[in-house]
């Protein structure tokens, strides 16, 4: 019975490979989404950074074999376990709220600017 918990136990070298892995997608795109394809708010948020052209990545965690590891690697690093978990330039935003959020205050295109995420054309709108 105990192999059975431990099992279910992530390891510290699993934990820190999704960490790792996790940091280095980030710091590798001007703009990351981790999201599941089943996720409503997911979609929102791609949805508006598609409609706004900006050059994005996004991983669907539900859809990779260390997803579970990295959404707890998300929660370590950024205290947020749910999705979408946006990231600009390096830095964590957050999630659905928080982006929409920001774009209604008109705070998301500048971001999206600095982080060179859009075309020329659409940096000037």
């Known amino acids: 019975m105990g192999s059975m918990i431990s ?3 992530k390891t510290k070298e699993e934990m820190e490979m999704a960490m790792n892995k996790a940091k280095e997608i980030v710091a590798s795109h001007p703009v990351v989404v981790f999201s ?6 997911c979609q ?10 900006a050059d994005f990545k996004f991983l669907e965690l539900d859809e ?6 990295i959404q707890s690697a998300l929660l370590d690093w950024t205290g947020q376990r749910t999705v979408p978990n946006v990231f600009i330039k390096g830095e964590h ?15 998301l295109l500048p971001l999206l600017t600095e982080a060179g995420a859009l075309p020329k054309s659409s940096a000037q709108l």
């Open 64 to 69: 990779m074999g260390d997803g579970s590891e």
């Open 93 to 107: 935003i957050g999630g659905c709220d928080r982006v929409m959020e920001s774009h209604q205050q008109g705070k």
């Open 36 to 41: 599941k394809t089943y996720c409503g708010y």
């Open 7 to 9: 099992a279910n136990k």
């Open 44 to 53: 929102r948020v791609k949805q508006l950074l598609t409609q706004l052209g």
